[in-house]
């Protein structure tokens, strides 16, 4: 009989820690959302720190550099000689 009131206590317990370890179901409205993203607020840009790992990887470009670079290349003269 204590044997069965543990397995059932042990069960209920597993059962009620799944239920609260479940997610919410939470749905924000499409207006809290828009409130909350705020599209007339300005973006704040991304700031960049020196690491060490950092400094041992390839410097990254930026799109306006690779356009540069790929536009000096395509407007070389043809030449057939």
């Known amino acids: 009989m204590v044997l069965l009131l543990q397995i059932v206590g042990a069960v209920a317990a597993l059962g009620f820690g799944l239920w609260l370890g479940m997610p919410k ?8 959302i828009e409130e909350a993203m705020g599209k007339e607020k300005p973006r704040a840009k991304a700031t960049r720190h020196f690491t060490f ?7 990254q470009e930026k799109g306006s550099e690779r356009r540069l670079r790929r536009d000096r290349r395509s407007r070389k003269p043809f030449d057939l000689s």
């Open 25 to 32: 179901s939470y749905r924000p409205h499409w207006d809290g």
């Open 53 to 59: 790992l950092g400094f041992l990887q390839k410097r």
